[in-house]
Nanobody
């Protein structure tokens, strides 16, 4: 069974920093693209940043220059370094990964989410 587990969320003051981690575990062949999403109360879930296996990245305009996505393919872990945090960054952050499971094909997996709260 494949699992994605996020960690690193918390409460921080505006202008501060947090680093989120997303670790994949279980029986799988490979991890393809990975991404971070966030969802604020009453809002839809939006993509924040994505990264390919080769390290190509893409960011939402609202976080460009402040957030950095990265991954460690040996540790099967993805990171999101968040700097210069703003109150509007407050949301539950989810990681998502396209994972190849032998016998099942490539499926989308989601983590359980981690709360990020930025106080003004």
């Amino acid at each position: 069974q494949v699992q994605l587990v996020e960690s690193g969320g918390g409460l921080v003051q505006a202008g501060g920093s947090l680093r989120l981690s997303c670790a994949a575990s279980g029986r799988f062949f490979s991890i393809n693209a990975m991404a971070w999403y966030r969802q604020a109360p009453g809002e839809q879930r939006d993509m924040v940043a994505s990264i390919t296996t080769g390290g190509s990245t893409n960011y939402a305009d609202s976080v460009k220059g402040r957030f950095t996505i990265s991954r460690d393919n040996v540790k099967n872990t993805m990171y999101l370094q968040m700097n210069s945090l703003k109150p509007e960054d407050t949301a539950v952050y989810y990681c998502k990964a396209k994972i190849l499971v032998l016998g099942s094909g490539t499926l989308d997996y989601w983590g359980q989410g981690t709360q990020v709260t930025v106080s003004s």
